[in-house]
């Protein structure tokens, strides 16, 4: 599904930099559960991470570098490869296409999982406004919101607080539930 302009609410939940678990407690997720002589912990959902960087190039590169992190500590069962590029597109084309960015702008990166273990992405930049999204999401599908149509379940963008600009939030679903088909 596709949508523009919708209003959405952001992710919520408590943020992962929580306490860490006890030593000697293995993470993982609901799958890895049954090995016998093992103990997991079930980290509280949603599993949530917030960062922001100023809006410029590197952001990009940091902006992969947390979520690669977080994804693999979280033991996301979707395709990481592509969340890691949905993510990179995203912070990319914030920093790219800001018309007339206020003083100190700033791109903000949340990741959440779901409890149904759906991956929420959303980036936000200081531009409230979003002019050519569907002629964006309908273009080729080698990078860009193209791509990210490709890779994703669901693409929407909004303005939850239109002081803060917009947010563009993307919606993936875990290898095992993914039922869309690849190019």
């Known amino acids: 599904m596709v949508s523009a302009a919708l209003p959405f609410p952001l992710a919520d939940g408590r943020t992962t930099e929580a306490a860490a678990p006890p030593p000697g407690t293995r993470l993982g997720n609901a799958q890895e559960?049954?090995?016998e002589g093992e103990e997991f912990l079930?980290?509280?959902w949603p599993r949530r991470f917030a960062r922001h960087w100023p809006l410029q190039r590197t952001a990009?590169?940091?902006a992969a570098i947390h979520a690669r992190t977080w994804l693999a500590t979280?033991?996301?069962a979707g395709d990481q490869d592509?969340?890691?590029r949905v993510v990179m597109e995203l912070v990319s084309n914030a920093v790219e296409h800001v018309a007339d960015p206020p003083p100190g702008p700033e791109v903000e990166l949340v990741l959440s999982i779901t409890e149904a273990e759906e991956l929420l992405i959303d980036v936000s930049?200081?531009?409230p406004k979003f002019s050519g999204f569907e002629a964006?999401?309908?273009a080729g599908a080698s990078t860009g919101l193209g791509l990210v149509r490709v890779l994703a379940e669901d693409v929407a963008w909004g303005t939850p607080d239109i002081a803060k600009g917009k947010t563009v939030r993307v919606?993936?679903?875990p290898v095992r539930c993914a039922h869309r088909g690849r190019p």
Do not use: K, Y
Request: a positive charge; proline letters at 8%; zero cysteines.
């Open 33 to 35: 559960a049954g090995r």
């Open 42 to 44: 079930r980290l509280p």
């Open 60 to 62: 990009v590169r940091l």
């Open 74 to 76: 979280w033991r996301w």
């Open 82 to 84: 592509d969340a890691l």
């Open 125 to 127: 930049d200081p531009d």
């Open 136 to 138: 964006s999401l309908s």
């Open 171 to 173: 919606r993936m679903v």
